[in-house]
Structures are given as C-alpha cells and as structure tokens.
C-alpha cells in the first residue's frame, strides 16, 4: 500500500507542501516554502532578492493551486481536494501537459534537492533529500530505492536531470502502476496516515 497511487498523492502533501503540518494545505504552507527553499538554494545563506523571488514563485503556486484544488473556497486545501484535483489535472499525463502551478513546484523542487548545482541529483543528493522527510535506520534502504529509481543511463551521467526528474515526479503523481520506478523517487515510502 506504501506505493499506491492514493498513498503518493498523500505523501506529496503530507512532505512536500504541508510545510506547518497542520493536515491540509493554506497560503502559509506556500509562505514557509519560499523561505525554505531561499535557505536551501543558498545553502544556508539568505539572500534577500532570491527570497522575494521565492515568495513571488510560491505566492503565485498557492493562488494556482487554490484554483486547481480549493473546491469550496475556504482558503485550505485538504489531502481530499488536492487528489481530486490531480485525477483531474494530471492522471495520466505527462510532465509537459500538467497545470503551471505543478510544473513551477517540480521544478523548484528538483533545485532543492541538486545542492551542488551540477544539474543532476545524485544519489548523495537522493540520500539527504530522503533523511529530511523520513526516518532511516539504514542506507541500505535508501540506496536499494535509488537503484530502482535510476536508470543506467542516469547512473552513467553521474545523476538524476532535471529533465528526468519532471517526467519521474509526472509519473509518481499520475501514474497508479505501482511497479513504475517512479515510486522511488521520494525514497522508500512508508503508508501515511
């Protein structure tokens, strides 16, 4: 069941947007966002024009994603209405067809991730973006889902492109095969309650 394409939708909102975990998505979870991802770009350092970029990018995909998902207009988007709104969005399409709104995440997304800017998302990179949402007792583990995710030819380039990555979130995200590589690309998941 960790795999099924209900559990990865909710995996996407419960680690990936729901940055104050309060249970649902809001304007504030898209505020915390551009901060978190102005300090990871830079490592650590803030840089006051990259966070008014970021809060711009992220104010932008709140009101997107409001508009995608918000259904009822209260200003939150639950686990429900966010699902509803990919199987209508998303399911089955590819990375190029998908809602500005989910292309700018992804693409954000992958930048936090690629810590060194090279382009790619190595399994160093992999590693650190699976301990940072989940918890691991072994590599193993995290290292076993990275092979299953990466194809030769991504071993052989040194990584991950951001290219790849947007057609593999694509299919995490709109894909219900269960046996799709796609569904390591978050690391090994676990059920989300």
Avoid at 13 to 40: P, Q, S
Avoid at 79 to 108: D, H, L, R, W, Y
């Amino acid at each position: 069941m960790a795999y099924s394409w209900d559990n990865r939708v909710k995996y996407v909102v419960r680690y990936m947007y729901d940055i104050d975990n309060n249970g649902f998505l809001d304007k504030n979870d898209f505020e915390c966002l551009a901060l978190r991802n102005t300090l990871i770009e830079g490592r650590g350092e803030f840089n006051e024009a990259a966070y008014a970029n970021n809060q711009k990018i992220m104010s932008n995909l709140w009101n997107e994603i409001a508009e995608l998902a918000d259904f009822n207009k209260d200003g939150a988007v639950t686990i429900e209405q966010f699902k509803q709104a990919v199987q209508k969005n998303c399911s089955g399409k590819a990375f190029s067809a998908f809602p500005g709104a989910f292309k700018t995440f992804i693409a954000n997304q992958f930048k936090t991730i690629d810590v060194n800017g090279d382009g790619l998302v190595g399994v160093d990179e992999y590693r650190l973006d699976c301990i940072s949402r989940s918890a691991f007792a072994n590599i193993k583990e995290i290292d076993d889902a990275y092979n299953k995710l990466a194809t030769d030819e991504d071993k052989k380039a040194g990584g991950i492109s951001l290219a790849r990555y947007q057609e593999l979130y694509a299919q995490f995200i709109s894909n219900p095969d269960e046996s799709a590589n796609a569904v390591y690309l978050f690391g090994p998941l676990k059920e989300v309650q």
